[in-house]
């Protein structure tokens, strides 16, 4: 992913100790940039 090669996005794969559990579990994506999280979230200034 373009994102996570210059580092704007970080993946944190899903961790769980139970091998035989039916559930999957995906991995969480961190935005590293705060003004780009604030953008694709749609906040502006006055919202913060």
């Known amino acids: 992913m373009l994102l996570s090669r210059i ?3 970080e993946e944190l794969r ?3 100790n139970n091998r ?3 559930l ?3 991995p969480k994506l961190h ?3 705060t003004g780009l999280a604030r ?3 749609g906040l ?3 919202m913060l």
Request: hydrophobic share 50%; glycine share 0%; charged share 25%.
């Open 7 to 9: 580092f704007l996005l």
């Open 14 to 16: 899903a961790w769980h």
């Open 20 to 22: 035989l559990s039916r």
């Open 24 to 26: 999957i579990k995906t």
């Open 31 to 33: 935005v590293r940039d």
């Open 39 to 41: 953008t694709l979230l």
């Open 44 to 46: 502006n200034t006055e």
